[in-house]
């Protein structure tokens, strides 16, 4: 019999002990749910347990019937013994890192997290809580040297010169990125002095759940509903990376496209994308901030989920630690959001780079 708090399954992660599951990718009775993509939150759970700051984009992405229960950040109960507590992850509205506690051993699920560092003042979302445990749990989406994030300032700044040259110049921008997360991190950060932002069907939902929750975000219309073209000669465009080169751009006239996901890091991405512009913007922990929240832990265990798990075990290995791998059916996230919300005002789920 396992002495783990957390094991695979094929339903997914499994808390033995408290007999309910973390992040679950098939029908289970009882989940409990980092965050709300489509790759963490899916439909068809007895119950739900998440953040209290989650409830609207779950109930936004998968219905207002669903059983949810929700705690505070910080507040613990006790199920089967397990003391339960969920932590800010700095992702995206809502997301949570895990704390399990039984039988005098701490084990912590990260879901997905973003460490902030300087110039990364994310209004959309709590900041990253490190929480100290015998055993972490983590990501690794952007598990390589290679990914080192600029200062959030610096990519805004550079969105916002991008932006007000395209309106000097008469032409819609039409940036690419993710509805949930990714979206209102963009909206919150840019210079909505610029001109007027307008957005996708598929963003506005989300929209609605932040500012419910208390997130202030600069109004936005939905492209279907401006009857004057002539305002996207200045405007910013939000839309799900689905849309590029549909027949929904058209209406926006002459534009410039851009994408933002950390992937633009890579030149061969930005080629692959055929956008004007990449704008490296992740709502993920890069290299160094996954080293930083693994070392705040104190954990001597860690195990590694979706991303780079052989380079960052090995990493981890070679720092005296022990390390192994959860083989899951996450979304490493290199995939968009193609064809699901290919219908204006769909808000089907996704993963967010």
Known sequence: MTTDLVIERPEGLYCPPGDFYIDPWRPVERAVITHAHGDHARRGHGHYLASAPSEGVLRARLGDDIALQTLAYGEAIEH??????????????????????????????SGDYFVSGAGDDNRTCAPFE????????????????????????????AIDAWWRANAEAGRASLLL?????????????????????????????????????????PPTPLVTGIADKSIFARALVIAPPS?????WTRRLGEHSDAFASGWMQLRGT????AVDRGFVLSDHADWPGL???????????VIVTHGYEA???????????????????????????AG???????????AGA
Not at 311 to 337: C, I, K, N
């Open 311 to 337: 380079v960052m075990v090995r990493w981890l290995q070679e720092q005296g630690l022990q390390a192994g791998a959860f083989h899951t059916e996450y979304d490493d996230e290199r995939s968009d959001d």
């Open 80 to 109: 089967h013994g397990v003391r339960l507590s969920l932590h800010p992850a700095g992702h995206v509205l809502g997301s949570a890192q895990v704390r399990l506690e039984h039988g005098g051993r701490v084990w912590v699920a």
């Open 291 to 301: 080293q930083q929240a693994i070392a705040a832990t104190g954990a001597e265990r």
């Open 130 to 157: 490190p929480v100290r445990c015998d055993c972490f749990i983590t990501e690794s989406t952007f598990g390589l040297p290679i990914y080192r994030w600029q200062p959030q300032r610096e990519v805004f700044a």
């Open 243 to 247: 849309v590029q080169g549909s027949a």
């Open 177 to 217: 990125g993710y509805s949930f997360g990714k979206a209102q991190r963009i909206l919150a950060g840019v210079d909505a002095s610029i001109g007027p932002i307008a957005v996708h069907g598929a963003v506005e939902p989300l929209n609605q759940a932040y500012r419910a929750a208390g997130v202030a975000l």
């Open 270 to 273: 930005r080629r692959r994308r």
């Open 340 to 350: 699901r919300e290919a219908t204006e005002g769909g808000a089907a789920p996704e």
